[in-house]
């Protein structure tokens, strides 16, 4: 439930964030900018439902539900000074609640796919829902069956004034079989700047028991506009030297490999389509990228991950995260059955995902970078996603 308490929450609170990069220095809220919250009525248990709609001066808007600290619009101007809303999803909650397959929101407690449905720590073997089975291989993804994308969120508003939320749940131990009473605080704030707009996600947890945590923006985007065609035509850059090949299930074997002389090389800007149906056995076992790049700026601070350009509108987004990997998902599971907002169906490859992550199955491959929550500890992530124009060619 919405509440008018006041309060602030500020960078210079985050530990991660002592050194900050141009990228952050610039970003700062613009004035004119301004909040609205509006009903969208009750969840199937009753709970409240608000949308949160931010506006800039520029005319970006973002409007964000409760339900799944879900991005439901996200409207941005092309180069011709042409608003369209870029982000695949519903009109009506219910179609969240029903059949959404993760759009715009807040997925966890473990963002992507962990092997088998199962880890162990600390001594101790967890079984999670198997609540997806790529080639018949059962695994845990984005929290099981009822994660934080089906959860209603409590939401803040710091200041009406100020273009930021904050969302707020609190899963309880055991909840989907993970450990410890975990509280997750995701701010997210719309920042105009001379070079454009932003959405920030902010990122602060504490868990009372050792937990595996990977939370994630699940947000698919076509820069052209939401059911305005496919988005094969983008180009993309991502900023990453390495990736992690998956086995036929889609789980990471472990291993890390180059991306030079392959499909999975971004690091100069190549159109989406162009290599997505080469004789390659990863994007076979895809059905074209569905992928964690090893970001070659995982520093912790702020740093460039992914660069998208749309060829028609001229709509640039850039992503700029602290985590160490991006998942690159190219919408190979959209197949026509789902109508998106404008009442177009969501056609294979009609939306991409950037998301910011710590591997993949982290918790059973003890080479990649740790993602246990302990007590006593506080995860703290930031996401950018940054949007600009380039002129027609």
């Known amino acids: 439930m919405v509440t008018k308490k006041i309060f602030c929450v500020t960078l210079g609170a985050m530990a991660l964030m002592a050194v900050c990069s141009a990228a952050q220095q610039e970003a700062r809220p613009a004035p004119g900018s301004k909040i609205a919250i509006s009903d969208w009525g009750k969840s199937k248990n009753g709970a409240i439902v608000k949308l949160f709609t931010m506006s800039t001066p520029k005319g970006t808007k973002l409007v964000v539900s409760n339900y799944g600290a879900t991005i439901v619009q996200l409207w941005t101007k092309n180069n011709a000074g042409v608003a369209s809303d870029v982000v695949l999803g519903f009109k009506t909650l219910r179609e969240y609640e029903d059949k959404s397959p993760y759009f715009?929101?807040?997925?966890?407690?473990?963002?992507?796919?962990?092997?088998?449905?199962?880890?162990?720590?600390?001594?101790?073997?967890?079984?999670?829902?198997?609540?997806?089975?790529?080639?018949?291989?059962?695994?845990?993804?984005?929290?099981?069956?009822?994660?934080?994308?089906?959860?209603?969120?409590?939401?803040?508003?710091?200041?009406?004034?100020?273009?930021?939320?904050?969302?707020?749940?609190?899963?309880?131990d055991k909840e989907e079989g993970f450990p410890g009473r975990v509280t997750l605080k995701v701010v997210y704030r719309l920042i105009s700047t001379p070079k454009g707009d932003v959405v920030r996600m902010e990122y602060s947890a504490t868990s009372t028991k050792a937990t595996p945590f990977n939370p994630t923006n699940h947000a698919y985007f076509n820069l052209e506009g939401e059911g305005n065609g496919l988005i094969t035509n983008h180009s993309l850059q991502i900023f990453a030297d390495r990736m992690t090949p998956v086995n036929k299930g889609l789980i990471p074997t472990g291993s890390y490999a180059s991306v030079a002389g392959t499909p999975f090389d971004f690091r100069k800007p190549q159109v989406i389509g162009a290599r997505i149906g080469a004789k390659n056995t990863q994007l076979q076992y895809g059905g074209g990228y569905d992928h964690n790049f090893v970001l070659a700026t995982a520093t912790r601070q702020l740093s460039k991950a992914a660069r998208v350009v749309a060829p028609k509108s001229g709509r640039v987004l850039e992503v700029y995260t602290t985590e160490p990997g991006i998942q690159f998902y190219s919408g190979n599971f959209l197949d026509g059955t789902l109508t998106g907002k404008r009442g177009v169906k969501y056609l294979k490859r009609s939306g991409f995902c950037l998301e910011t992550q710590h591997f993949p199955d982290s918790p059973n491959k003890p080479k990649f970078p740790t993602t246990i929550l302990r007590p006593g500890k506080t995860f703290k992530s930031v996401t950018d996603y940054w949007f600009s124009t380039v002129p027609a060619k």
Do not use: Q
């Open 104 to 172: 715009g929101c807040i997925v966890g407690r473990y963002g992507n796919r962990i092997g088998g449905a199962k880890f162990a720590l600390d001594g101790k073997t967890y079984k999670l829902a198997a609540n997806n089975t790529p080639a018949g291989m059962p695994c845990n993804l984005h929290g099981g069956v009822r994660g934080f994308d089906k959860r209603v969120w409590v939401a803040k508003v710091p200041n009406m004034n100020d273009p930021a939320i904050e969302m707020t749940y609190t899963s309880p």
